[in-house]
């Protein structure tokens, strides 16, 4: 479960750092905010972007664990493996809306950082912040519960491994996984666009030297005479 929801974060981790931190010091941030579109709009679509990306990264680990588990002797160790076709797909339904999640706090995040590295250093923290609750549990050894499937990423780590034991798990628990990781990401998707739409024109900083810069309509050269 670590490994699925840890590569379904990378999946978007440098698209939400490229759209916000990556274009704040390229310099193009600037001449997207001269588009007549409302500004929470441009980072929904960000982060609508980094959360496709990050769905396709899910799908592709889902499918990869699946088609090698098949390939593996797992039962030479004395080992089984509940991974088949139908499992990767509600694995993949369960986890799906946690890529909203992701995306939304990347951007969040990355939008408050100034430059390409510095988001990189920021996120690289970030991205261990899902972990912490299914560290906690792995050491606590918890069990499913309907109070925790309100615990994003640690509820999708308690579906995924129900799941593959074969546990049946409640279709409500399912459902209470789902709305709640929904809630989050929508509610740090709102956040992103409103800090976003309240920035000042003056808080973003100038693009660098031999860049142009763009106030308004027009475009005003920063760089060395020719």
Request: aromatic content about 8%.
């Amino acid at each position: 479960s670590y490994v699925i929801l840890l590569i379904t974060l990378l999946g978007g981790l440098y698209l939400a750092i490229d759209a916000t931190a990556g274009e704040r010091e390229r310099g193009s941030l600037e001449a997207l905010l001269t588009v007549p579109v409302a500004r929470e709009h441009l980072i929904y679509g960000k982060i609508a972007a980094a959360a496709v990306m990050m769905a396709a990264a899910l799908a592709l680990v889902t499918a990869s664990i699946a088609i090698a588990l098949d390939y593996v002797p797992l039962e030479t160790f004395g080992m089984s493996a509940n991974f088949g076709p139908g499992v990767a797909w509600r694995v993949f339904l369960a986890v799906l809306p946690f890529a909203l999640v992701g995306a939304a706090l990347l951007t969040v995040v990355a939008s408050f950082t100034k430059s390409y590295k510095e988001a990189q250093s920021w996120l690289g923290v970030v991205m261990l912040v899902p972990t912490v609750p299914i560290a906690i549990a792995g050491v606590l050894a918890v069990q499913p519960q309907a109070a925790l499937m309100l615990v994003p990423s640690l509820s999708q780590h308690l579906v995924i491994q129900g799941l593959m034991r074969g546990d049946p798990l409640p279709a409500s628990w399912m459902l209470l996984s789902v709305a709640s990781t929904l809630l989050l990401g929508f509610l740090l998707a709102w956040l992103a666009g409103r800090l976003f739409s309240t920035w000042r024109d003056s808080a973003w900083p100038s693009p660098p030297s031999g860049s142009a810069r763009i106030t308004g309509w027009r475009v005003i050269s920063t760089g060395m005479p020719m």
